[in-house]
């Protein structure tokens, strides 16, 4: 089938998808999301080679290339871009039908579940659930995907199923259903042998220790941050971390601080020797909340996904 014409439009017809093999739709919105080929089959469960003749059929189905390598990566193609929120679409509205139609049974069925988070929230709400899911829900599955420059498209592909993001930083243009999980306030961090730092944090210390800060880019600016530079308190980052946890691990044996949210801290303060102070300055907290798209509410599904993580903050 060439779809060429009505893609060159943004277009994609319903009669499209409905001649393609639903199992191929999956694959493609895996593909699209991790964009390897080796991820998406360990995603998928099957064999490399398997997921390799899966994108060719993809491919010739939709007479385009779909990913093209750039450098060492993969990209989609402008086919594929107009491609991804059609399908996405199908594959939610089909598995929300089948799912209200038979309900969820955690003990039972297979459910792959996408989680848009930060390792800060991975590590106090996902965590706690692990051993639980394994035992109680041995065949869901949960691909955690780390909000980085391109949140803001994910979220309006509908490509997660669970976006978990302080409130305060929530963007987003797209319409999406919310519910506030925590409270957490903003703490100091030292390395709890620093000989620099005694019960408090001075706000000279604040202003001219090195400090390790996490950086996502401008699009990922934490609240703290923007916090500090509303107060005219513009703090150079000394190094820059990729994740809120590894922030924390590279404080042991220096003179470096960070800036953590309490609960993190409090979590990791015997794995990572961490000493937790009050920052000199006054910042306000962050609220944690999880968004979902309103197609989702009524899914019985999704509706549990949902209830394990409130559990998961009620227990913190």
């Known amino acids: ?21 639903l199992n191929l739709l999956v694959a493609f919105d895996v593909l699209m999301s991790e964009r390897s080929v080796t991820r998406a089959a360990a995603r998928m469960q099957l064999g ?38 059609p ?35 991975l590590v106090l709400l996902l965590r706690p659930l692990l051993a639980a899911l394994r035992r109680e829900a041995p065949g869901v599955r949960i691909h955690a995907r780390q909000v980085d420059a391109d949140y803001a498209d994910v ?5 997660f199923d669970l976006c978990i993001v302080p409130r305060e930083s929530q963007r987003s243009e797209v ?16 390395d709890s042998a620093n000989p620099e730092v005694g019960d408090r944090l001075t706000l000279e210390q604040f202003q001219t220790l090195p400090y390790v800060a996490f950086s996502g880019g401008p699009a990922l600016e934490t609240t703290a941050q923007r916090q500090l530079r509303a107060l005219g308190i513009d703090r150079p980052i000394d190094v820059s971390a990729h994740g809120f946890v590894s922030a924390l691990i590279m404080l042991r044996d220096t003179p470096m601080f960070t800036l953590v949210h309490e609960h993190l801290g409090i979590s990791l303060t015997e794995q990572a020797r961490l000493r937790l102070l009050e920052p000199p300055v006054a910042l306000d907290p962050i609220t944690a909340t999880m968004y979902w798209l309103p197609r989702q509410d009524e899914s ?4 549990w996904l949902r209830r394990q993580f409130r559990e998961s903050a009620a227990a913190l």
Request: glycine share 6%; hydrophobic share 40%.
């Open 300 to 303: 019985p599904a999704h509706q």
């Open 87 to 121: 399908v996405r679409q199908a594959l939610a509205l089909m598995e929300s039908a089948l799912g209200q139609r038979s309900g969820f049974d955690p003990a039972k069925d297979e459910r792959t579940f996408t989680i848009l988070t930060s390792d800060y929230f």
């Open 1 to 21: 089938m060439n779809v060429n014409a009505d893609h060159e439009e943004g277009n994609v017809t319903e009669r499209d998808l409905q001649r393609v093999d």
């Open 155 to 159: 979220l309006r592909q509908g490509l």
């Open 175 to 190: 319409t999406l259903r919310s519910e506030d999980l925590f409270t957490d306030r903003v703490m100091c961090a030292v």
């Open 48 to 85: 490399q080679p398997a997921m390799s003749a899966a994108l060719a059929r993809l491919r010739r189905l939709f007479d385009d290339r779909l990913l093209v390598r750039e450098g060492r990566t993969l990209v989609p193609t402008p086919v594929a871009e107009s491609l991804i929120g």
